[in-house]
Nanobody, 116 residues
């Protein structure tokens, strides 16, 4: 069974940085797309960034391009989201998602709060 555990959230001032981690377990992830999504209070969950585990190819939402970087460590089965130049509008619960064909698994999320 695939499990995802996020960590690294917290409170940061605008302009600051945080690095989120998503530790994956349960199987080999070489065929997976790993992604970060976020959900702000009162809003729908939205795509932030994704990485193709095998090739390392990355994809970003326009709102975070140039500020966020997604990466993975094959030896640790972990995906990271480096977030720089954070803005108050980045405040949300951040979720990790693993996608492989019909299999979709979500983590429980980690809260990021950016104060102005």
């Amino acid at each position: 069974q695939v499990q995802l555990v996020e960590s690294g959230g917290g409170l940061v001032q605008a302009g600051g940085s945080l690095r989120l981690s998503c530790a994956a377990s349960g199987r080999t992830f070489s065929s997976y797309f790993m992604g970060w999504f976020r959900q702000a209070p009162g809003k729908e969950r939205e795509f932030v960034a994704a990485i193709k585990w095998s090739s390392g190819g990355t994809f970003y939402a326009d709102s975070v391009k140039g500020r966020f970087t997604i990466s993975r460590d094959n030896t640790k089965n972990t995906v990271y989201l480096q977030m720089n130049s954070l803005k108050p509008e980045d405040t949300a619960v951040y979720y990790c998602r693993a996608l492989c064909g019909d299999l979709e698994v979500w983590g429980r999320g980690t809260l990021v709060t950016v104060s102005s």
